[in-house]
């Protein structure tokens, strides 16, 4: 079956510091991968998906590449800020499952001023 | 173009009542997804539908829960005689008609279901 394992949390940065979060995946076919954020107190808001191998989905910073060789689709951001203080989830969906989004466990992330 | 809703935002049940969630998909949407996150816990899928059909529910309990998506008006999420372990978020996301399964899922703010 499909899963997603992410990094373990909580995670503690300073502002301006690089985040990386790593995101491993198992899955039939060929999965969609996206990185989904949520707010404290709020829903998932998509933050940048890959469909396919070698695809690097970015947004507000945040870039993250679609490795097949690795199953990997690990989070990274150069400088991070205070508002970006929130729960990140990998996600997969599979051309072979009835879409069903796949989660990650969530990893929160807390930037200090 | 509004987003998901979703209503009530927080609910309290005791024991043995039952709770509904309701979700009104994105204008234009016509597949419905409905995933419950238990605390400190990532999303899990519960059900896929689509107008006055349930596509997939594999990952509903096989008691207390039901859901439906009619031909007017929201998609409920129904739960029947409620126990403390159904206290959790429940999200709700639509994608639109014609989309393919790997397309995105657009997310509403969830319910906050606790029972006390």
């Known amino acids: 079956g499909n899963s997603v394992t992410q990094m373990e949390g909580p995670v503690t940065l300073s502002e301006e510091a690089f985040l990386t979060i790593n995101c491993t995946y198992t899955?039939?076919?060929?999965?969609?991968l996206f990185w989904y954020v949520q707010y404290p107190g709020e829903g998932l808001q998509l933050l940048l998906k890959?469909?396919?191998?070698?695809d690097k989905g970015s947004n507000k910073g945040f870039e993250a590449t679609y490795r097949k060789e690795t199953t990997s689709f690990h989070l990274e951001k150069g400088s991070v800020q205070v508002s970006d203080s929130a729960v990140y989830f990998c996600?997969?969906?599979?051309?072979?499952?009835?879409?069903?989004?796949?989660f990650g466990s969530g990893t929160q992330l807390t930037v200090l001023p | 173009n509004a987003g998901v809703m979703q209503n009530p935002r927080h609910l309290v049940r005791r024991r043995g009542q039952e709770a509904r969630l309701r979700c009104s998909p994105m204008k234009g949407h016509s597949h419905v997804y409905w995933y419950r996150q238990l605390p400190e816990e990532g999303l899990k899928f519960m059900v896929y539908?689509?107008?006055?059909?349930?596509?997939?529910e594999s990952g509903m309990p096989k008691e207390r829960f039901s859901a439906e998506f009619p031909k007017e008006g929201p998609s409920i999420l129904r739960i029947q005689q409620v126990v403390r372990g159904d206290s959790a978020a429940y999200f709700c996301?639509?994608?639109?008609?014609?989309?393919?399964?790997?397309?995105?899922?657009?997310f509403g703010p969830g319910t906050r279901l606790t029972v006390l």
């Open positions: 996600a997969l969906i599979s051309s072979g499952s009835a879409r069903q989004l796949t």
């Open positions: 899955a039939t076919g060929y999965p969609s």
């Open positions: 996301a639509s994608s639109p008609q014609g989309a393919k399964s790997t397309d995105t899922q657009y």
């Open positions: 890959a469909t396919k191998a070698d």
């Open positions: 539908l689509q107008k006055e059909n349930i596509i997939d």
